[in-house]
């Protein structure tokens, strides 16, 4: 498991001893999940973080009508969770769900809690996915309320070739805040 690929993405960033390698690994789940599986429900509480070793998720949110808004993808190499449920260990706001079937390693709360006590350089690891997490959350934001539904789309498109080919147009329009037909007649 040592050359994995997740600790291939951890060491993008931060160095691990073979020892804190093996602590890791004694606390890591890897699972096999088919397709339009939910690994999270909305209003569970977010007891895992997930790494994506192959396959691809969404997270959404379902308002009480049931239209879904897209927050947000996750392909493989990438990291996902609901972090106001993770972090606060509150209810979670959004579902996770499968788009294909998928291989995904997870972490536990309270596992990840007792691995900063024991790796203190993991919590700097963790801190640099938040802060681009944050930075790519700030940036979409502010696509949202400046660019045209055009602009947007097309720079999906550029940014995340890997994930268009994954997804159907409906999520791709959730994920842009529009409907199918207006991300159709846009794509035209």
């Not at 390693?105 to 007792?114: G, K, P, R, T, V």
């Not at 791709?172 to 409907?179: E, K, N």
Request: charged share 30%; glycine share 2%; proline share 3%.
């Amino acid at each position: 498991m040592n050359d994995s690929q997740i600790f291939l993405n951890i060491q993008k960033h931060i160095d691990l001893t073979a020892e804190e390698r093996d602590w890791i690994s004694a606390v890591l789940e890897l699972r096999d999940i088919p397709k339009k599986e939910r690994v999270l429900e909305q209003g569970q509480i977010c007891r895992k973080l997930y790494f994506v070793e192959s396959g691809s998720l969404r997270a959404y949110n379902s308002n009480k009508q049931g239209k879904e808004s897209t927050i947000m993808f996750a392909v493989q190499d990438w990291w996902i969770t609901d972090m106001y449920s993770f972090v606060n260990q509150k209810p979670a706001l959004l579902s996770l769900e499968t788009l294909e079937d998928s291989r995904l390693y997870s972490l536990d709360f309270l596992a990840l809690e007792q691995l900063f006590t024991k790796i203190p350089k993991l919590e700097r690891f963790f801190r640099i996915l938040f802060q681009k997490a944050y930075v790519r959350e700030q940036l979409r934001v502010l696509d949202a309320i400046s660019r045209t539904t055009e602009d947007r789309y097309a720079r999906f498109v550029a940014k995340y070739p890997q994930i268009t080919s994954k997804v159907t147009q409906k999520q791709i329009a959730s994920y842009l805040g529009v409907t199918p037909e207006f991300l159709s007649s846009v794509k035209k």
